[in-house]
């Protein structure tokens, strides 16, 4: 388990590299709740997500001797582009291994902050293949995007956020994919306030840590195509944190479908003006859906904003996208 003097220090530590995102109210998902809703807007973060906190964090911490031979991570794209910019700020050579359903803006997004991508398989455990052998053969160090200590602790300082900026929060919603984010975010918010709900939203389409929670313990869950891009792949069978701190501080898990997650990204859109990616609109789509109902003062995370503006035009402009075509497990 993280604790709560592992996350304050992880803040001072990113303090002069990671932005305080604001935290606004919405007064249309208001409205549509009968209770006061606020959206932390932490899209608007250097690199576009959250990644960067834990990404800038682990960097940080690292011996003289493991930054002299780089860091090497797995990414579905965030992580990446976090890992990358956090290297490059202190002068670290960084390896990014994703799979081929990482979608080319993300891709791009990695690459321009300086990284190396090497593009293997279908999936995170494919792209895990490269990481491993760079470890071992190269002595690289492998920043993970989720399961690790320092990435847990920095994303917590969401949570320090959170409740700084709403102290009557009540409810939270927050994406849940590997469960960095949320491990690091419930750590946080239940030190502060015991009574606080944290609500794990992730997609019905191969939503690993909802299957793994429903199981009981960390199994393989086949990574598929989705608007919410980011929350792909699996938890690792050797999980050793985030399915615990999932099961042990995390009260209730969510699934949205496809059609509404575009919905959320057309709201954000047309009602917030804020330009989401799938991932960062899941908090909005579950609230949109009723899915969740809250009965005080809520937050929704909106995690993420780098998604592919072609992709975003025809979601805007009302075009039933599917992503899915062609997938033989749809």
């Known amino acids: 388990?993280?604790?709560?003097?592992?996350?304050?220090?992880?803040?001072g530590r990113i303090a002069s590299t990671v932005h305080r995102t604001r935290t606004e109210l919405s007064d249309r998902l208001s409205t549509a709740v009968d209770v006061p809703v606020y959206l932390k807007l932490e899209h608007h973060q250097?690199?576009?997500?959250?990644?960067?906190?834990?990404?800038?964090?682990?960097?940080l911490n690292l011996s003289d001797e493991q930054r002299a031979k780089g860091v090497v991570g797995?990414?579905?794209g965030n992580h990446g582009r976090g890992l990358a910019y956090a290297a490059r700020q202190n002068g670290v050579r960084c390896i990014v291994a994703i799979s081929q359903l990482v979608p080319q803006n993300k891709i791009d997004g990695i690459r321009a902050q300086g990284a190396e991508v090497r593009i293997v398989g279908q999936s995170q455990d494919d792209a895990q293949v490269e990481v491993d052998r760079l470890v071992e053969e190269e002595g690289m160090t492998m920043i993970p995007p989720f399961d690790h200590p320092d990435i847990i602790a920095g994303q917590g300082t969401l949570g320090l956020e959170l409740i700084e900026d709403v102290p009557d929060l009540t409810t939270v919603l927050v994406q849940l994919s590997g469960g960095g984010l949320i491990s690091g975010v419930a750590a946080a918010l239940k030190a502060r306030k015991p009574d606080i709900r944290v609500i794990g939203v992730s997609m019905e389409r191969?939503?690993?840590m909802y299957a793994c929670q429903k199981a009981g313990k960390p199994i393989a869950v086949p990574e598929l195509s989705t608007l919410?891009?980011?929350?792909?792949?699996?938890?690792?069978?050797?999980?050793?944190?985030?399915?615990?701190?999932?099961?042990?501080?995390?009260?209730?898990?969510?699934?949205?479908?496809?059609?509404?997650?575009?919905?959320?990204?057309?709201?954000?859109?047309?009602?917030?003006?804020?330009?989401?990616?799938g991932?960062?609109?899941?908090?909005?789509?579950?609230?949109?859906?009723?899915?969740?109902?809250?009965?005080?003062?809520?937050?929704?995370?909106?995690?993420?904003g780098n998604i592919d503006m072609a992709l975003h035009h025809r979601i805007v402009s009302g075009e039933d996208v599917d992503v899915t075509a062609g997938d033989e497990n749809a």
Do not use: C
């Open 1 to 11: 388990m993280i604790d709560i003097a592992e996350i304050e220090a992880a803040r």
């Open 228 to 277: 919410a891009d980011s929350l792909g792949g699996g938890i690792g069978l050797d999980n050793v944190y985030t399915f615990e701190m999932t099961r042990d501080l995390v009260d209730d898990i969510v699934l949205v479908s496809e059609a509404e997650i575009a919905a959320a990204i057309r709201h954000a859109y047309w009602q917030e003006h804020q330009i989401i990616e």
């Open 206 to 208: 191969g939503a690993a």
């Open 74 to 76: 797995v990414s579905t």
């Open 279 to 304: 991932s960062g609109s899941v908090g909005i789509a579950a609230l949109l859906a009723g899915k969740v109902r809250p009965n005080g003062e809520t937050v929704l995370l909106l995690s993420g």
């Open 46 to 59: 250097r690199t576009g997500s959250f990644k960067i906190r834990g990404a800038t964090n682990a960097i």
